[in-house]
C-alpha cells in the first residue's frame, strides 16, 4: 500500500496543526491544501512542499481524487463538506464540534453509512494519556457506580477571534457550549463508557463578549464583526442510570483561573482529571494517589489513529455516533436556556 493521500480544507489555526501532524506519519501525505483564502493554502503548501492548492473544495475532491480528506474550517462547513467527501467516497477527519445540531450531525452518519467510509471526529482530549489512565480507574471498577461528575472548562479572557465566524452565531452555533462543550462533554461521557444523557437544564449568559472584553487565546479577530453568541454556559446533566454532570464552560467570566478539569465521584472512590489522581477513605483516613502520566502531542496521536483505522479498515475511536449523541445534549442545553424548562435529549 502507497502513502495516504491527504486534502487539507482549511488552512487556518488548526489547520497548520494538523499539516505538521501528517508531515510526522511516514504512511501519509498531503495531496493538496484548499482554502477560500487562497494566500493562506499557498504560504502552507509552500511550507509543505504540498504542490496543488485550491479555492474550491469540491474541485479538490474531483480533480485530485485524495483517499482522505482533514476538514478544518468554520462549523457551519462540516457537515456539507464531510457528506461531499463521503458521497465520492473519501476517507473523512472532521474537526469538532461535529456539526451545527444534531439533525445535521445525523446526516453526517447516514453518508458514513452509505460510503463504507470511514468518518473520525478530532475528539484530540481523548488521546491525552491522563484521560486514558483516568479512564482504566473507572472502567476498572475503582471509584464504584459514578454518580457525579463535575465538567469544569474556563477561560477568563479567551474569546476566540472576535468579530470573525467564531463569534457570529450563523457560522458558530454558538459560543464556549458548542466550541469547548464537545470536546469535555464527549470526553466526561467516554470516561465512563458513555453513558447516556436524558435530559438537561441550562443557562447561558453574554456579558463580556458584548463590551468587547475579555478576548485572547485563539483565532484571527476582525475588529467590528458580530458577538451574538453566549460567553459562559452552566448545565446540569440527567444521565441514565441516575447519575448526573455539571458543566460550567466559558469563554470569558470574571473568576480566578482558567481551569479545565473533570472530576468523577463514585459510591466506592473518586478521581481527578488534572493532575490526574483518585482518592477515598479508608479506615476513615482520606487517601489520595496521584498517577504518573507523560503529556502526549494529542493532534499527532489523533492523526496517527485515523490513518491506521484506514489503514487496517477499523472503527475510529472517537465514533460519529458518539458525536450525534453529544450534538443532541448541546442542542437540549441550547433549547433549556431559551425555554427555562428541563429539555430531553
Ligand atoms: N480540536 C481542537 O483542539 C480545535 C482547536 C481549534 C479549532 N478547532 C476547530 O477547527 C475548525 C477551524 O478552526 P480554526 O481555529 O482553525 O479557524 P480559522 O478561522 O483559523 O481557520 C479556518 C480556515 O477555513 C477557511 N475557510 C473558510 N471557509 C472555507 C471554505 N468554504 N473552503 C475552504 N476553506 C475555508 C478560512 O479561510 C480559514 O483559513 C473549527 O471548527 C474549530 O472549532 C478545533
Avoid at 75 to 97: Q, S, W
Avoid at 205 to 223: A, R
Avoid at 272 to 279: A, E, M, N, Q, V
Avoid at 333 to 339: E, G, P
Amino acid at each position: 500500500m502507497g502513502k495516504l493521500r491527504i486534502g487539507l480544507i482549511g488552512a487556518g489555526c488548526i489547520g497548520t496543526v494538523h499539516a505538521n501532524s501528517v508531515k510526522s506519519i511516514e504512511e501519509a501525505e498531503l495531496s493538496a491544501i484548499v482554502d477560500i483564502r487562497l494566500e493562506r493554502a499557498k504560504a502552507l503548501a509552500e511550507e509543505h512542499g504540498v504542490e496543488k492548492v485550491y479555492e474550491d473544495y469540491v474541485e479538490m475532491l474531483d480533480r485530485e481524487q485524495p483517499d482522505a480528506v482533514i476538514i478544518a474550517t468554520p462549523n457551519y462547513l462540516h457537515a456539507k463538506m464531510t457528506i461531499d467527501a463521503l458521497n465520492r467516497g473519501v476517507h473523512v477527519f472532521c474537526e469538532k464540534p461535529m456539526a451545527m445540531n444534531a439533525g445535521e450531525a445525523e446526516k453526517m452518519v447516514e453518508a458514513r453509512n452509505k460510503s463504507g467510509k470511514i468518518l473520525m471526529l478530532g475528539m484530540c482530549q481523548r488521546f491525552r494519556n491522563d484521560s486514558k489512565a483516568i479512564r482504566n480507574v473507572v472502567l476498572g471498577g475503582e471509584l464504584g457506580s459514578v454518580y457525579f461528575t463535575k465538567i469544569t472548562l474556563l477561560r477568563r479572557a479567551g474569546i476566540p477571534g472576535m468579530g470573525s465566524w467564531f463569534t457570529t452565531k450563523a457560522f458558530s452555533g454558538g459560543g464556549p457550549l458548542i466550541d469547548l462543550g464537545p470536546h469535555v462533554l464527549d470526553l466526561a461521557l467516554w470516561l465512563q463508557d458513555f453513558p447516556r444523557p436524558v435530559s438537561a437544564k441550562g443557562y447561558t449568559f453574554s456579558k463580556l463578549g458584548t463590551q468587547n472584553k475579555c478576548l485572547g487565546g485563539w483565532g484571527i479577530p476582525e475588529p467590528g464583526g458580530p458577538f451574538d453568541v453566549e460567553d459562559l454556559a452552566v448545565a446540569l446533566i440527567r444521565l441514565e442510570g441516575g447519575g448526573v454532570m455539571y458543566l460550567e464552560t466559558s469563554w470569558a467570566l470574571y473568576t480566578k483561573d482558567d481551569t479545565f478539569n473533570i472530576i468523577l465521584s463514585g459510591d466506592k472512590a473518586g478521581a481527578s482529571l488534572t493532575p490526574p489522581c483518585k482518592f477515598t477513605e479508608v479506615d476513615g483516613k482520606w487517601v489520595e494517589t496521584g498517577i504518573e502520566c507523560q503529556e502526549a502531542n494529542v493532534y499527532l496521536e489523533e492523526m496517527k489513529h485515523f490513518v491506521e483505522c484506514i489503514r487496517r479498515n477499523t472503527s475510529p475511536g472517537p465514533l460519529p455516533e458518539h458525536g450525534v449523541i453529544v450534538m443532541r445534549l448541546i442542542d437540549a442545553i441550547y433549547r433549556s436556556a431559551s425555554t427555562g424548562n428541563e429539555e430531553k435529549v
